[in-house]
């Protein structure tokens, strides 16, 4: 079993900032993939930005030069910069990890992103 834990959601302005963060119960220096969605109301849960062991990073498109998701393998964390924030942006963001290719998902309680003026 694996507790994951995210913080830094908030309510910012459109055009700033934040920073997300998923600590794990368990090291992730040899997982498989870890990653970020975002649930609006009224939507389904989509991908947002994923790292997988030994790959680069991938984003989806709608993110794509805004945001940068980064681990570290010390603090057993992984990080999502938010940059360039909309109002589309607004969601509940959750993390996601996976610890073999076909092992099942965790995933963490998620974090509230407002994006309002």
């Known amino acids: 079993q694996v507790q994951l834990v995210e913080s830094g959601g908030g309510l910012v302005q459109p055009g700033g900032s934040l920073r997300l963060s998923c600590a794990a119960s368990r090291s992730i220096s040899d997982i498989f993939r870890m990653g970020w969605y975002r649930q609006a109301p009224g939507k389904q849960r989509e991908w947002v930005a994923r790292i997988i062991s030994g790959g680069s990073p991938n984003y989806a498109d709608s993110v794509k030069g805004r945001f940068t998701i980064s681990r570290d393998n010390d603090k057993n964390t992984v990080y999502l910069q938010m940059n360039s924030l909309a109002p589309e942006d607004t969601a509940v963001y959750y993390c996601?990890?996976?610890?073999?290719?076909?092992?099942?998902?965790?995933w963490g309680q998620g974090t509230q992103v407002t994006v309002s003026s």
């Open positions: 996601n990890l996976r610890l073999k290719i076909l092992g099942q998902d965790y």
